[in-house]
């Protein structure tokens, strides 16, 4: 009996560069790039500001195309790529004169759906997405976290195989944020979606991803990998279990920011100590 062939991967990147041009000099923006996201897989990548996480992004989903290499879906070059991710960039983009509902069809619209048929694929989701009775509500009567929702319920009605988030929790409180990443990990447990999610937080990384990568400084590379050692279903626990631990200090070390002792300014005698009163 023959064993059927793997699957390719859903997503890969191969030797990828590219660069922009200012006053007529060129300013090297992604270098080398090189990875691959396997179907129903969730990776996490992490790199300084301004390292080109929202260029490659843009690169990815074919707002921009590439100096030099490969960008393959499902084991295909694929040249034209406009249209065949779900991608959710910083904000949340909610149109403000538009309701919830109408809001989250406009992909479905774009594509020349039916307005019938757009609006029953929508509210079947909306009770999933934590929307339910709020599909005439205006975008400025939700909380961030519900804004974020609906973005995402948009990006979903684009397309559910391959998310591209772009740091979807970043403008919210950390109450709110530890919720909705609890929230997204129930949703892609659900669906199984193949997820690309860029984030500065190596926490919210470990939390949430199989994988993370780690971009370098600018020109970006990919500098370090970690398989994340957590098992599945995830739990807010488990942020104090060492494992986790220790992932985030190897993140942390491969972006050069790992904690190092501070050392006592020069001259200064032993440090010292409080006596316990008697």
Do not use: C
Not at 201 to 211: C, K, N, S, T, W
Not at 233 to 250: I, K, T, W, Y
């Amino acid at each position: 009996m023959t064993e059927e062939p793997a699957a390719p991967d859903r997503l890969e990147l191969r030797h990828v560069r590219m660069a922009f041009h200012t006053d007529g000099l060129p300013f090297q923006a992604l270098d080398d790039i090189s990875f691959s996201v396997a179907p129903r897989e969730f990776v996490a990548i992490v790199g300084p500001s301004g390292s080109g996480k929202s260029t490659l992004f843009n690169l990815i989903v074919g707002l921009l195309q590439p100096d030099s290499g490969e960008i393959r879906l499902d084991g295909e070059v694929a040249e034209a790529r406009l249209g065949r991710f779900g991608y959710m960039p910083q904000r949340d983009l909610l149109l403000p004169w538009r309701d919830i509902l109408g809001n989250v069809v406009v992909p479905l619209e774009l594509r020349g759906t039916p307005p019938r048929e757009s609006r029953q694929r929508a509210l079947a989701l909306f009770p999933l997405f934590g929307l339910e009775g709020f599909e005439r509500a205006w975008p400025a009567a939700l909380s961030g976290g519900m804004r974020q929702r609906a973005a995402l319920l948009r990006t979903i009605l684009g397309d559910s195989r391959t998310l591209l988030l772009d740091e979807p929790f970043g403008a919210l409180d950390a109450l709110t944020r530890r919720e909705m990443q609890d929230w997204l990990l129930g949703l892609w447990t659900r669906l199984r979606p193949t997820v690309l999610f860029i984030t500065h937080d190596v926490d919210e990384a470990v939390y949430l991803a199989d994988r993370v990568l780690v971009l370098g400084p600018r020109p970006a590379r990919v500098v370090s990998e970690l398989k994340v050692r957590l098992p599945r279903p995830r739990h807010q626990s488990m942020v104090a279990l060492p494992v986790f631990g220790e992932h985030v200090a190897d993140l942390l070390q491969a972006l050069g920011v790992a904690s190092s002792p501070i050392p006592d300014p020069p001259g200064a005698g032993p440090a010292s100590t409080v006596d316990s009163p008697a």
